[in-house]
């Protein structure tokens, strides 16, 4: 593309499409209260045929010229066009391996199901696909003379870490607001260690949303939640990415999890973008995955989405996602009637044994994916999900984060869950013979026939 055309966006109001706004405006929500949602000059991009664009993609992924190697911004036309290359905060995420659950899968009956591990990223979360697309639009309004003296979150855990590291590598100040006790130790030692402001509030994710609210209206502080539609326009890219490692073929299904439903959105949004500009010709049915303690969504599903009603979400393992009062409902709503979506819940017994059972083979799953594996698992056993479609479910963390309660279901402490696949380590005197007994059992035990 050696004649640079003029990729434009824009944000619009969602409920009218009347209201629209610059990027580099700050504002979140439309007049209406509603959230804004980002718009690309499809005309423009339309220009450019097809085939082009999967080669473009092709040639970028991983290649040195900054930043087109990054996952999100090997599609900067379609993410976000407007700013300077200069001034792109990247971590290279994105390009997150597709993993072929071969083993898994066989043990449930599917002939293909494949795990997206979006966690093998920066932060460990599929959080830095969005976080990298907001910090680099605050670094180009810095740049353009804005006033913003911080950007702030509020988290359960993952969005404040993937902020506090794009942040301070951009040398720009961070401000989280967790709820204190609620998040994972590695998820809190992220933002401590990268130097964010962390204040931990005696509430839960939905009180500390509160609050950073009124400090981006009150103070002027950048909002960097995802009612901060910029965010949705990096996590985008994990649909468009999973076509492209298939070939641009496109999967019967991709099963999700949601808490504040901006990463339900974003895919569809990402896939939108395929269809309207012909690099696909089908759509894949989304289903998305919530705690049974955390389930507003699926309650409305249950009611057709006639009525949504907030609930007050109650603790659960997967604590990304004890969200009550989602931000992005509307968008995901939406977003599941365009995709022939299902709302599938799973409980804490559900969501530990999943996790574990995949883990056998050979995974280390967070309990937020858990919370979709258990999910599939069940559509799979109501024969929703026949053996030969070809299924993704979205991992959106790497286990590595969540150790405490992988512990816990291994050491069968985990209150109400039975630990069915509880693998401690065997305690034994440093003593030859006891240690082979032992061994020659185990291995009977395990693989014997
Ligand atoms: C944020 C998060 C989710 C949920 O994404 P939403 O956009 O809030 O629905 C799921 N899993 C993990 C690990 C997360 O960090």
New binding site residues.
């Given amino acids: 593309m050696s004649q640079k055309p003029a990729y434009r966006s824009w944000f619009r109001s969602i409920r009218d499409h009347q209201e629209t706004y610059a990027l580099d405006e700050i504002v979140y929500t439309a007049r209406d209260g509603s959230l804004l949602e980002v718009v690309h000059d499809m005309d423009e991009l339309r220009k450019t045929p097809a085939g082009d664009w999967k080669r473009i993609f092709r040639e970028r992924a991983h290649s040195s010229e900054w930043p087109y190697g990054s996952g999100v911004w090997g599609k900067k036309e379609w993410v976000l066009p407007g700013i300077d290359n200069e001034n792109v905060v990247s971590m290279y995420e994105g390009n997150t391996n597709l993993f072929w659950a071969e083993r898994y899968g066989r043990e449930l009956g599917l002939d293909e199901l494949w795990i997206k591990q979006c ?1 093998n990223s920066h932060t460990g ?3 830095d696909l969005g976080m990298t697309v907001l910090v680099s639009m605050v670094k180009e309004l810095i740049h353009r003379g804005k006033n913003v003296p911080a950007v702030a979150c509020a988290s ?4 404040s870490a993937a902020l506090a590291a794009f942040a301070a590598a951009a040398s720009i100040p961070a401000i989280v607001f967790l709820p204190r006790g609620k998040v994972s130790v590695a998820q809190l030692i992220q933002p401590v260690s990268n130097g964010a402001i962390v204040f931990a509030l005696d509430t839960d994710f939905d009180g500390c949303m509160e609050i950073v609210k009124q400090v981006a209206e009150k103070d002027g502080i950048y909002l960097a939640n ?1 009612m901060n539609s910029l965010r949705i326009e990096g996590q985008k890219t994990v649909g468009i990415e999973i076509i492209e490692q298939f070939d641009w073929e496109v999967p019967d299904w991709l099963v999700i ?8 959105s974003a895919l569809a949004k990402g896939l939108d973008m395929l269809l309207d500009l012909g690099l696909i010709d089908r759509r894949p049915r989304i289903v998305c995955a919530q705690a049974e303690a955390a389930n507003p969504l699926y309650l409305s599903y249950q009611r057709g989405f006639e009525v949504f009603e907030p609930i007050a979400a109650r603790p659960t393992i997967a604590n ?2 004890q ?1 009550g009062n ?1 931000v ?1 409902i509307e968008k995901a709503i939406d977003a599941l009637k365009r995709y022939d979506g299902i709302v599938e819940q799973a409980t804490e017994t559900e969501i530990a044994e999943s996790c574990a059972r995949a883990d056998r083979t050979g995974l280390f799953n ?1 309990p ?1 994916t858990g919370v979709a594996l258990a999910a599939m698992e069940k559509l799979v056993k109501r024969g929703e999900i026949a053996r030969r479609d070809r299924v993704v479910v979205l991992s ?2 790497h286990g590595l984060k969540f150790v405490d309660f992988k512990l816990q279901y291994h050491e069968l402490r985990l209150a109400g869950v039975e630990s069915k696949l509880a693998n401690p380590p065997i305690e034994l005197p440093a003593r030859y013979e006891s240690v082979r007994d032992e061994m020659l059992r185990e291995i009977e035990r395990r693989f014997g026939h």
């Avoid at 359960?156 to 969005?159: A, M, N, Y």
């Avoid at 999890?257 to 339900?264: D, I, R």
């Fill in positions: 966690g979360s599929f959080k359960t855990g993952d969005t995802s999890p949601g808490g504040n439903l901006g990463n339900v990304a996602i969200i989602p992005s967070c937020h959106t963390a």
